[in-house]
C-alpha cells in the first residue's frame, strides 16, 4: 500500500464520505433496493416519485434507489416498475436517514388497464422493457431482443437477418455491448439469424444512444447494457422452448435464505440445414452445415454484512461449414466464431448516501476459418486463419448523494487487452508448409480512465447532468490521452413537457474491419497502434418530450462528427493474405458525418398498445485516398426509416401482435460501365463509391401468442408466427455479370412461417 498513495487517499475519501451527514437537519435521505414480490428479482429502472413536489429518481441496474425528501413535514412516495402495481409509501414528519427495501406485486393485464405516474425515461436513452420487446414479431419465431431494439427510433440492422446494431450512422463496432459489465464483440449467431442473447436469461435491456454518462467509454455510438437474471429466491422454476431453428432451457431457483441460481442453455437444431442440402451433396455440390448453443450461468449471494455478490459466466459458438464431393477433389470450408465472458461484481450500500461496485470482467472473443482441400494428385491441403482479443477489466464505482441537489458518480477502470488479429498458417498432409504468424503478431496494451459525474437540480425543473471522463491508452511506446467532457441539460415545462439538450466526446481504440460480404463473421478487431490512431466522435443532440394520458411523444434532432475512421484498403482480405504486416492493409484517418431527426410516438397502457418510430437522417465518410478523396454516402446511409409496432391483448390467454418496416435502401457499389482492354478482355469500371441503391425495404410481420394450462397444471405457451405476410422479396444483394453488365437482385427471405412451444413450471 505505501507504493500507491493515491490508491490510500481514495480510499480515505470514500471513508469520510460514507460516514458525512447532511448540513440541513430539515433533509432526510432514503436509499434502498426494489425488486419483484414473486421471485425477489431486482427491477432496474424502477421510480420512485415524491407525489408533494414531483421530484423522482430511478433505480440503477441492480434496483438501488437513493432519493432526498424532506424531514419537516409528512412525504408520500410513489415506487412503480412498468407491468406491476404501485406502491404507496407514506412517512410521517421527522426521522433519520434509513435503507426502506420495496418489493413490487406483477398485475394481472387483464384486470389493470393503467400504470401509476412514473418518472420517464431520460431523451436519448431507450428502456422499453424486455416483456414487451419479447412479445415483437421476429424471423423464425425466434424471440429476439436484439431484433426488436431495431424497431426503435435512431437504431438499424445491417441487411436482412443481422443483429448488428447500427446507432445514429454508425457501424456495429461502435456500440459498447455489456453483458453484466462484460464487453461482447460478436453479438450474432447463425450469421445474423440470431443474437447471442437468450432472452429467458435477461432481465434487463437498456440502450443509450445520446447525453452519454462519464462512466461509459470505448466506443461512439451507444452504450447497450444487457442484464442477465439473478435467479429466483423464492421457489425453483424451469423453462423450456422447443423452436424451428433451437430448443433451450433455463432453470433458476434460491441457494439458502436470499441467494440464487440461474443456468441456461440454447442448442441450435444444426440437423434441419444439412438434411436440406444432402441431395445436392450426393450430386456433386456443396453440403452445408451450421450449428450454435449458448450457455448463461449466474449466482447470487445475500453477504451477512448488506452487501451482494453476483458471479455470472457466458459462453456461446457458432461452427458453419460447406463440404463438396467430387470424382478428384474434395473440399471443405469451416468457420468459427464465439464468445466467452465472466463477471464477478460486488454493491455495498455503505450508508443511505453512498453506494459502491466493485467489477472484474473478462471476455473473449475469437473467430478462426479453416480451408481444406484434397485431391489425388496434391494430397490434402489445409489453410487456417484465426483471430482472437482477450481482456480482463476492473471497475470501482460510487454513487453518493452529497446534498438535496447534487448526486456524485465517480470511480476508476482498467484493462489489459491483448490482439491478434491475424495468426495464418499452411498445411500439407497436416506438415507445416507456410507460418505467416510471428510473436510480433500479438499486441499487448493498457487502457485506463477515472471519470466524475454530478447530477445537479439547481431549481424544481431543471436537471443537469455535467461529467468528464479522462482515459489513457497505451501500446507498444505510443500514448493515447484523451479527455472526454459530457453535459445534458433538461428543462420540465408546463403540461408534462420536457426540453433536452446534450453534449458527449467519445473515444474508441479499437476498430473493426469486415473483409466480406454483408452478414458474414469474418470480422476482424485490430488495436489503435503506432500507425492506426483511435476514432473520435462529438456528437449534440436536441430533443423535446410530451407525456399525454396512456401515451407519450419524443422528437430529437441529432448531429455526429467522427475522426479517424478506418477501412480496408480496395481489395484487401485478412482470410487470404499472407501479408504478416496486417497494418498496411488498413486505410485510417477517415472523416464522418450523420445528421437527422428521430420521432418515436409510445402507447405502454390499455389491450392495445405499441410504438411508432421514424428516422430521417444522412451518414456520409471521406478518406483520403477513396473514391477520390471526395465523400460519400456510407454503405448504411438510410435517409427513411419506419416501423409500426402492435401488441394487443385479446384476453388473459391469447395476445397478438405486428409490425410493419419501411427502409430506403442502403448503399452499394455497382460497376457503371465496362471498358475493353488492350488484351481483348473486358474490366468493368466503377466512378464512385456507393453510387447505387439497393430497392427500398419493406415488410409486414405478424404474431400470436395462445397462454394455457396444461393437463400437470403447467403454464404453456404457443408461438404461431408469419415473417414478410405477403411475402415481398427484398433484395439480400445485387449480383452483376456479363457485358454489357446486367443486374440481378437476390433475394433471401420471403414469407416465413413460425411455430415454437414453451413450457413453464
Known sequence: MKRYPFLRLYIFAITILA???????????????????????????????????????????????????????????????????????????????????????????????????????????????????????????????????????????????????????????????????????????????????????????????????????????????????????????????????????????????NSSYLLAGRLAHSALLSLATLPAYNNGDYLIFAGMYDFNGKLNFQLRNGGKLFISAYSGDDMWGTKRKETDNRGTTLLGWGNKTASVRYIQNYSPALFGQTMLNFNDFTYWVNIQARSNRDGLLSMRVAS??????????????????HYLHFGMEASTPVFRPNATQVRRDKILVDDFTSPGDTVRAFSGAVFVEDEWTPAANWKIHVGLRAALYRVAAQNYPSLEPRLSVEYKLPDNQRIQAGYSRMTQFVHLLTSGGAGLPNDIWIPATTRIPPQQSDQIHVGWAKDYQGFSLTVEAFAKQLYQQTELTQG?????????????????????????????????????????????????????????????????????????????????????????????????????FVQETLWGSFRRVYPTKNNQRMPAYHRLDLSANYEYLTRKKRMALLTFGAYNIYGHPNAFFVDSSGVPVTFDRVTLFRFIPSFSYTVRW
Not at 451527514?21 to 414473486?38: L, V
Not at 430511478?58 to 434496483?63: E, F, K, S, W
Not at 481482456?391 to 441537489?405: I, K, V
Open 388 to 405: 482472437r482479443i482477450r481482456e480482463l477489466t476492473a471497475r470501482q464505482w460510487f454513487s453518493w448523494t452529497a446534498s438535496p441537489t
Open 19 to 257: 460516514s458525512l451527514p447532511f448540513a440541513s437537519a430539515q433533509i432526510r435521505r432514503i436509499s434502498g433496493i426494489i425488486s419483484d414480490e414473486a421471485g425477489g428479482e431486482a427491477l432496474p429502472s424502477a421510480t420512485v416519485l415524491v407525489v408533494e413536489d414531483g421530484s423522482g429518481t430511478t433505480a440503477n441496474l441492480y434496483g438501488h434507489y437513493q432519493i432526498t425528501v424532506s424531514a419537516s413535514k409528512p412525504v408520500t412516495l410513489v415506487y412503480s416498475y412498468v407491468g406491476y402495481s404501485p406502491y404507496t409509501l407514506e412517512l410521517p414528519a421527522g426521522g433519520a436517514d434509513t435503507s426502506i427495501h420495496i418489493a413490487l406485486k406483477s398485475w394481472e393485464l387483464s384486470t389493470v388497464e393503467v400504470s401509476a405516474a412514473r418518472e420517464r425515461a431520460a431523451i436519448g436513452v431507450v428502456a422499453i422493457p424486455v416483456s414487451r420487446l419479447r412479445a415483437v414479431p421476429v424471423l423464425l419465431g425466434e424471440a429476439d431482443l436484439f431484433k426488436a431494439l431495431t424497431l426503435l427510433p435512431g437504431i438499424s440492422s445491417g441487411v436482412e437477418g443481422s443483429t448488428g446494431l447500427l446507432v445514429r450512422g454508425g457501424s456495429a463496432d461502435q456500440n459498447l455491448v455489456l453483458l453484466d459489465g462484460s464487453v461482447v464483440y460478436n453479438t450474432s449467431h447463425l450469421f445474423g439469424f440470431v443474437s447471442v442473447f437468450q432472452p429467458s436469461a435477461i432481465k434487463d435491456i437498456q440502450v443509450i444512444k445520446g447525453g452519454f454518462p462519464a462512466r461509459y467509454g470505448g466506443r461512439l455510438s451507444s452504450v447497450v447494457n444487457v442484464t442477465m437474471k439473478d435467479g429466483n429466491t423464492k421457489a425453483h422454476r424451469r423453462e423450456a422452448t422447443l423452436g424451428l431453428i433451437n430448443s433451450s432451457l433455463t432453470l433458476e431457483g434460491p441457494l439458502g435464505k
Open 572 to 672: 484487401a482480405s485478412f482470410v487470404l493474405n499472407g501479408n504478416t504486416d496486417w497494418e498496411s492493409l488498413v486505410e485510417s484517418g477517415g472523416k464522418g458525418r450523420v445528421y437527422g431527426l428521430e420521432w418515436l410516438l409510445n402507447k405502454q397502457e390499455g389491450r392495445w398498445n405499441g410504438w411508432l418510430a421514424y428516422t430521417l437522417s444522412w451518414n456520409n465518410r471521406q478518406f483520403a485516398n477513396i473514391n477520390q478523396g471526395k465523400p460519400y454516402p456510407f454503405r448504411y446511409d438510410r435517409r427513411h426509416d419506419l416501423s409500426l409496432t402492435a401488441l394487443y391483448r385479446v384476453s388473459s390467454r391469447l395476445k397478438l401482435s405486428s409490425n410493419f418496416v419501411y427502409q430506403t435502401g442502403h448503399a452499394i457499389t455497382l460497376p457503371g
